[in-house]
């Protein structure tokens, strides 16, 4: 190869397989999907009357397992907003359910916990009211709930011993719950 060859960069090492010169610069990366799909769902969940997909994908937390696997969130129905002066909160909107039919009863009697949640959820009064729709679901693949390992003797003495002074009893509970999953996730 000429000293002409060399300084330009072009070369047989560069032509190998039809390759041209190798990329340089930082990579990008991996995206999680949540946010890729996002992007996605957003035009639909604004047709039916939800700012973001949140309320749709978080449904099972928001409302308990009891509701999550039998009632779905349809739409979201804001009253027209009166031409009145200030900045006020909009008025609460209309949640429509979709419910197969033996739910339905149950979830009637539990509505103002389920409006309870969902307001609190927002963080605001954003549901004032829920429509009931009996009407089959749309069925979601289960979620696998991935298995732990058992915590070894050292282990739960350990997460026992850091635990003693919380005297709230399901206080404890639960946080002894969460220390055995954080350790069971970790390498021993």
């Given at each position: 190869m000429?000293g002409k060859?060399?300084?330009?960069g072009?070369?047989?090492?560069?032509?190998?397989a039809?390759?041209?010169?190798a990329r340089?610069?930082?990579?990008?990366?991996a995206?999680?999907?949540?946010d890729?799909i996002g992007?996605?769902?957003?035009?639909a969940?604004?047709?039916?009357?939800?700012?973001?997909?949140d309320?749709?994908?978080l449904?099972?937390?928001?409302?308990?397992?009891?509701?999550?696997r039998?009632?779905?969130?349809?739409?979201?129905?804001?009253?027209?907003r009166?031409?009145g002066?200030?900045?006020?909160l909009?008025?609460p909107a209309?949640?429509?359910?979709?419910c197969?039919?033996p739910s339905?009863l149950?979830l009637?009697?539990e509505?103002?916990?389920?409006?309870?949640?969902?307001n609190?959820?927002?963080?605001?009064?954003a549901?004032?009211r829920i429509?009931?729709v009996?009407?089959p679901l749309?069925?979601?693949?289960e979620?696998a709930i991935?298995t732990q390992r058992?915590?070894s003797d050292?282990?739960e003495?350990e997460?026992?011993?850091q635990?003693e002074?919380?005297e709230?009893t399901?206080?404890?509970a639960a946080?002894a719950?969460l220390?055995?999953?954080?350790?069971?996730r970790?390498a021993?």
């Amino acid at each position: 190869m000429s000293g002409k060859d060399r300084a330009s960069g072009s070369g047989d090492d560069d032509r190998r397989a039809g390759q041209g010169p190798a990329r340089r610069g930082p990579r990008r990366a991996a995206k999680p999907l949540a946010d890729l799909i996002g992007g996605v769902l957003e035009p639909a969940c604004r047709k039916r009357g939800f700012a973001t997909a949140d309320l749709i994908s978080l449904w099972p937390d928001i409302v308990g397992d009891r509701y999550g696997r039998t009632t779905q969130p349809e739409a979201l129905h804001w009253p027209r907003r009166r031409d009145g002066g200030g900045e006020a909160l909009p008025e609460p909107a209309t949640l429509v359910i979709r419910c197969d039919g033996p739910s339905a009863l149950f979830l009637q009697h539990e509505l103002p916990q389920i409006i309870q949640r969902i307001n609190m959820f927002f963080g605001w009064a954003a549901v004032g009211r829920i429509k009931i729709v009996q009407r089959p679901l749309k069925r979601q693949p289960e979620r696998a709930i991935p298995t732990q390992r058992a915590l070894s003797d050292l282990e739960e003495a350990e997460l026992k011993r850091q635990l003693e002074e919380v005297e709230d009893t399901p206080l404890r509970a639960a946080l002894a719950k969460l220390g055995r999953s954080i350790k069971a996730r970790r390498a021993k």
